[in-house]
């Protein structure tokens, strides 16, 4: 068992708290028909050139499914395009990792990304609005942004009244709430049908890995174990996150690029950190992505939703498991050159 600072003690004790929170309820869709049915993996590829929007027209031989290095046939087939897509979003501002002066700002911009196209948004969407206090939720979709955006400047987001906001102790509070605002929306989302993409509007919370932090046995294998339910929930809830950092270019090129330290699926408990539950770390796991280095927060919300103009929905039958919670790496090959398929780069197959 690894030893761990007097000051990681304290911290990882109530961290655990709130990590905990993502496998206490088992998040599972509607059972399918059959046994195989219910282990079939679906995945929502986007396909692009090196710039550009997302490529249409692709048929089903086109692409390839490689599953741990091997080829998988695919089972079914369906390609989308346009405003008919079937999508549900979410535009989630989050009030506890980002300061003031920032949040003032991020409103404007969300404000203009609504108001845009005389209000008219191209997929039904909702609001949610992260405080410290709660996470609150609007319960209808819209496609009407002047209404979504005469509602979010009724809403009341106040400073952050973070108790201990300094130092490792604010970033453990940061952490928490972070963590049960991710449990609250995952669970509210993954009992809705179709797709639903996630435009987290947030720096990220911290990522409390390094030298300071050293984790023994016992917690490696909790943060696994949420690592798993997390990337299996996100998976089965048919749930992309994108993340726009609404700091932009002041938050330096490597804090901006850490994320990626983690983005390697995590095949055993020792391999764990906390990092690996950031936020940019699931967006890009789920196969959405991570913006940093613009203040063009408005901008940065198109390109997520200009994202969704076309995309395929493969599914495939897995190889049997085995052992509980193995990863399984995912690659889609494409037959015709200078393409890029993005899709959920992993999951955690059962026997």
Request: hydrophobic share 35%; charged share 20%.
């Amino acid at each position: 068992m690894s030893s761990h600072s007097p000051l990681a003690s304290v911290l990882l004790g109530s961290l655990f708290c709130a990590t905990a929170l993502l496998g206490q309820q088992p998040m599972q869709p509607d059972a399918p028909a059959s046994a195989a049915a219910s282990r079939r993996i679906y995945l929502d590829v986007v396909v692009t050139p090196k710039s550009g929007k997302p490529v249409a027209g692709l048929q089903q031989g086109d692409f390839t499914i490689v599953d741990n290095k091997a080829e998988r046939p695919i089972t079914t087939f369906a390609a989308f395009t346009g405003d008919q897509a079937p999508i549900d979003i979410v535009l989630l501002i989050d009030a506890v990792n980002t300061d003031f002066t920032n949040l003032s700002y991020e409103r404007e911009q969300v404000d203009k990304f609504l108001r845009a196209n005389d209000g008219h948004l191209a997929h039904p969407m909702s609001l949610a609005i992260f405080t410290d206090t709660s996470t609150q939720f609007q319960p209808e979709y819209t496609t009407d942004g002047n209404a979504l955006s005469a509602s979010l400047d009724q809403s009341e987001i106040g400073l952050r009244e973070i108790r201990r906001s300094a130092g490792v102790y604010g970033a453990e509070d940061k952490f928490n709430l972070s963590l049960t605002a991710l449990h609250a929306l995952v669970t509210k989302l993954v009992a809705q049908p179709g797709r639903k993409i996630v435009l987290w509007v947030s720096p990220g919370w911290p990522y409390l890995s390094g030298t300071r932090i050293d984790l023994d046995s016992k917690q490696q294998r909790q943060i696994f174990s949420d690592v798993t339910n997390t990337s299996t929930m996100l998976r089965q809830g048919n749930i992309t996150i994108y993340s726009v950092d609404p700091h932009g270019s002041g938050s330096g090129v490597a804090y901006e690029s850490y994320y990626e330290e983690f983005l390697k699926g995590v095949t055993k408990p020792e391999q764990t950190q906390l990092g690996n539950l950031a936020l940019q770390v699931l967006a890009v796991q789920s196969g959405g992505f991570a913006l940093s280095a613009s203040n063009d927060i408005s901008g940065q919300l198109d390109r997520c939703i200009a994202d969704l103009q076309a995309f395929y929905r493969l599914s495939f039958d897995p190889p049997p498991s085995e052992h509980p919670d193995e990863y399984h790496q995912l690659q889609i090959k494409l037959a015709k050159p200078g393409l890029t398929a993005r899709t959920r780069t992993g999951y955690y197959s059962e026997p």
